[in-house]
């Protein structure tokens, strides 16, 4: 199931303008690279590199400009920044409340799960509020160790 795309290239565009940026191809082709990613696929920046240069996508993109806008789009809230077990962040369009999920991640063989909770996002809602923050994001991963990998390590 492909996400329901919630930045249009023209929200974008607004957006920043609105803060003295420009809505360049590469930014534009990034943005649509994410809203195509299947639902529960995350990517790093070499990742989405990669698959901007196999659909010759990539327009000549650099693998800085992939990671000035990654995190440009994270700081905009366009998307989520994660941290994985992997040591380096992925990445996934922002879904707001009710697509809002949390991440389970083996440390052994990377395989991540994504779980809803609802308590978790309204206690993270609570915490901002009372201290008169605003929410953009709710996000918990958990780190553990899957069942397959628990038994190879027992083997």
Request: net charge positive; with cysteine.
């Amino acid at each position: 199931m492909v996400q329901t795309p919630q930045y249009t290239a023209s929200a974008l565009k607004a957006e920043l303008n609105a803060k003295g940026w420009r809505m360049t191809p590469q930014r534009q082709t990034i943005l649509k690279m994410f809203q195509e990613l299947p639902e529960g696929n995350h990517l790093n920046a070499e990742e989405l590199f990669e698959r901007l240069q196999a659909e010759d996508a990539g327009m000549g993109i650099s693998l800085s400009t992939v990671y000035r806008t990654l995190k440009l789009m994270a700081r905009m809230g366009i998307l989520r920044e994660l941290e994985l077990a992997e040591g380096h962040k992925h990445y996934e369009l922002n879904q707001p409340y009710p697509h809002h999920h949390h991440h389970l991640v083996c440390v052994r063989c990377y395989r991540t799960i994504e779980f809803k909770s609802n308590p978790i996002l309204t206690i993270g809602a609570k915490a901002a509020q009372e201290r008169g923050f605003k929410l953009l994001d709710c996000q918990l991963t958990i780190h553990a160790v899957c069942p397959e990998c628990q038994r190879s390590i027992v083997q």
